[in-house]
Nanobody, 124 residues
Framework: QVQVVESGGGLVQAGGSLRLSCAAS????????MGWFRQAPGKEREFVAA????????NYTDSVKGRFTISRDNAKNTMYLQMNSLKPEDTAVHYC?????????????????WGQGTQVTVSS
């Protein structure tokens, strides 16, 4: 199995940027499709973005298209989420997730491996 740890969260003003990182260890990172999810207080966990194992296919939820970019560096066993033009509604705990498959997925139940999350807070 793979272990994942998120970093890069913080407090930023609306319109600002953050880059989240997800460092993986344990098994061959390039055998895992990866995703980002987030959960705001009082809400269910929701899909944000996903990337296949080679990095040439991505998918985004509509609310972040054009603002967020998911990427991965298999040589560094790391996935990233570049978040630009942040909005207060992006405030949530952001989670990194992995699945032992080549194809990406957009639902939480398809991912077996999860990090502890990193808080992103966007002030207005």
């Amino acid at each position: 199995q793979v272990q994942v740890v998120e970093s890069g969260g913080g407090l930023v003003q609306a319109g600002g940027s953050l880059r989240l990182s997800c460092a993986a260890s344990g098994r061959t990172f390039s055998h895992y499709a990866m995703g980002w999810f987030r959960q705001a207080p009082g809400k269910e966990r929701e899909f944000v973005a996903a990337i296949n194992w080679s990095g040439d296919t991505t998918n985004y939820t509509d609310s972040v298209k054009g603002r967020f970019t998911i990427s991965r560096d298999n040589a560094k066993n790391t996935m990233y989420l570049q978040m630009n033009s942040l909005k207060p509604e992006d405030t949530a705990v952001h989670y990194c997730a992995g699945r032992y498959a080549s194809r990406l997925a957009t639902t939480a139940r398809e991912y077996a491996y999860w990090g502890q999350g990193t808080q992103v807070t966007v002030s207005s």
